[in-house]
């Protein structure tokens, strides 16, 4: 299709469509990079058996430094460009999802890109109504939706409605962003990246369809874009609205008049872009990229005319969900704005959960993020479980600056303290994301963002810096996981139950919350619990790397009388724990609670019997 108006609204639209989730913290979330996910042809590479940090098929390095000073391997090269994952690759392996207990997938963009440029992330659109033959066809989409719902999950689509790819170029080589006056246009480019195509009439170029300008032909003229150069300082306002994030090409998605935001034509197009995507796949989210860089009004319209419609189809809970950098007030005020069903938890989230689970620093602080009340949250500036979703893992890891980026087990000295973040993931609030490679304990850094995007498929740019060896391991973490997974859907409390963080002790005497002292990692117990009509669910991990931990771990005075009896429900790498653990009353009540090296476990109070 070259217009919106060729869309067969009555043939979408004759159809039942699947049903939204009934609440969105039930679910667990898996992102992934649809190019680094699977090519389907893992069985041609060998399956990776060596441990969390064993290399494949080349040398494994031992630091960074003496990785970036070996220049013989070309391995590199390969994180720059495609790499052959594709969307019927990943539809093959939704059962190592679902047997892991993924619930819902969070795909990166599939429309077509660019054709002169390897932006096999996907965020440098070209087309909006057609799928990146990289990645398949419509109808390759179409398909992995229907057999995860077919499966019991739910696919959530990567979308941009900031800007386009680097489809035109402007006369002056470069600009940098100005306050007045837009910069004029030299023309669209063609497939070879040549700004030869017209900008009055770019759809009477041959040279324009299928792989040039940008389409569909509503988007073909100089007011779709704000040209204003690209942005210099990603704090300053506008700049960073009105900017082009680096060569992608920034949308006029509108202007305030009055009290009311006016949309712009190009708004109101990809608007209905994404309307079509929605019927014609039958998705049930979105991750709206780049919300920060643009107007609150833009994305009340966008966010409000996407719920209408989905209500209308009988998704009543289409989730959209803004990624919204700029701290954690401004998204939460960005998201009250807007309209947007929850935020992308990029700010001070991983940061704080990561270092606390490492015992780097008080894990308190994360669980401080958090509110059990929605209004008091909403007051509180804080957090409510519906409201954010969390991960530590992600492909832009925004938190961590533009000089290195670096996955959780990048760092050697706690790497083995991944479970334990996994485990702490899905069982505190917010709705828990898994980033694809974290089950396998993909430990990539460096000085660019190709370096957290290894390939679980293996071919030239794999995980552990090897080549030719896929990482689809369903035993060791992978199993772990999709057993406590296994438990949160049987347990309401570990997915919609309130949190506390719990005191301990060592001695049975001065309880506290644990952490780290001054120079020093804190090694080891971390506990809190999850409360939901009347029953406790006791959660605990240690951070020791090598000697497993006791402690004396507080539980609800209200809800446990002395001499109840809690039942370890799972324990990690140990199917023959102690299972009974008795309540004492000390200074505190609770249970005396003894964990192996960084290991995770659950406890519930076993039920009273009748006498």
């Known amino acids: 299709m070259k217009s919106i108006k060729e869309i067969n609204w009555n043939l979408l639209l004759d159809k ?49 430094e003496d990785y970036e000073s ?9 994180g720059f460009k495609w790499n052959g994952g594709n969307l019927s690759a990943l539809t093959s392996k ?49 398909k992995l939706v229907s057999k995860a719902h077919q499966m019991g999950m739910y696919v959530i689509l990567d979308i941009i409605v900031n800007h386009s790819g680097d489809v035109f170029a402007y006369r002056k080589k470069e600009p940098k962003w100005r306050k007045l006056f837009p910069y004029r246009m030299k023309g669209f480019k063609d497939k070879n990246g040549k700004p030869v195509i017209s900008v009055r009439n770019p759809g009477k170029d041959k040279s324009a369809w299928p792989d040039g300008a940008l389409w569909p032909q509503e988007l073909q003229r100089p007011k779709t874009f704000t040209r204003r150069g690209r942005i210099v300082d990603w704090d300053n306002y506008p700049e960073y609205i009105e900017g082009d994030f680096f060569r992608l090409k920034n949308h006029y998605l509108g202007k305030k008049s009055g009290s009311k935001f006016k949309p712009s034509e190009a708004l109101k197009t990809l608007t209905e872009v994404y309307k079509y995507w929605i019927a014609y796949a039958d998705l049930d989210g979105f991750r709206l990229d780049t919300t920060k860089h643009m107007w609150p009004g833009a994305v009340k319209y966008f966010t409000d005319e996407i719920h209408h419609f989905t209500k209308s189809i009988g998704k009543q809970n289409f989730y959209i969900i803004g990624e919204i950098t700029g701290g954690r007030s401004f998204a939460m005020d960005i998201k009250r704005k807007t309209n947007l069903d929850a935020a992308l938890g990029i700010n001070d989230v991983p940061e704080s ?16 993020l958090f509110e059990n009340d929605r209004g008091a949250a909403d007051n509180k500036g804080l957090w409510f479980r519906d409201q954010v979703v969390t991960m530590f893992d992600d492909h832009d890891m925004v938190s961590q600056g533009e000089e290195r980026k670096a996955r959780f087990c990048a760092d050697k000295d706690t790497s083995f303290l991944v479970l334990n973040a996994v485990f702490a993931n899905v069982f505190t609030l917010g709705i828990a994301c898994l980033y694809y490679g974290t089950e396998q304990g993909f430990d990539g850094a460096g000085p660019h963002d190709m370096y957290i995007r290894e390939a679980m498929f293996g071919g030239r740019f794999g995980a552990f810096r090897s080549r030719d060896r896929h990482f689809f391991k369903e035993d060791g973490m992978h199993s772990e996981i999709a057993e406590f997974l296994g438990l949160r859907k049987k347990e309401p409390a570990l997915r919609i139950g309130s949190q506390f963080y719990r005191k301990i002790s060592t001695d049975g005497t001065e309880f506290k919350y644990p952490a780290p002292s001054e120079g020093k990692r804190y090694c080891g117990l971390l506990a809190w619990s999850r409360f939901y009509e009347g029953h406790e669910v006791l959660l605990a991990i240690n951070t020791h790397a090598t000697e497993k931990q006791k402690a004396f771990v507080q539980v609800d005075y209200e809800l446990h009388q002395g001499g109840d009896v809690f039942e370890c429900l799972y324990m990690s790498y140990d199917k023959d724990y102690h299972s009974d653990y008795k309540v004492i009353e000390l200074n505190y009540k609770c249970i005396e609670v003894e964990l192996p090296a960084s290991g995770c476990a659950v406890f519930k109070r076993k039920a009273k019997t009748k006498e």
Not at 37 to 61: A, K, Q, V, W
Not at 121 to 127: A, F, L, M, R, V
Not at 353 to 366: A, I, P, Q, R, T
């Open 16 to 64: 039942k469509f699947h049903p939204s989730p009934e609440r969105w913290e039930d679910q667990v979330l898996y992102f992934l990079l649809v190019d680094r996910f699977s090519d389907g042809n893992e069985n041609s590479y060998i399956r990776n058996e060596g441990s969390l940090h064993e290399s494949g098929s080349t040398p494994p390095y031992n630091s960074e």
């Open 70 to 78: 070996d220049k013989s391997h070309d391995r590199d090269d390969f």
């Open 94 to 142: 939704l059962g190592y999802l679902q047997r892991m207990g993924i619930t819902t997938l969070w795909i990166s963009p599939v429309l077509k890109q660019v054709a002169f440029e390897e932006t096999y992330h996907g965020y440098g659109t070209q087309n909006f109504l057609a799928i990146d033959p990289h990645f398949g066809t419509p109808e390759d989409l179409q």
């Open 353 to 368: 959960f990561e270092n606390g689970v490492k015992g780097y620093s008080d894990f308190k602080s994360y669980f401080d």
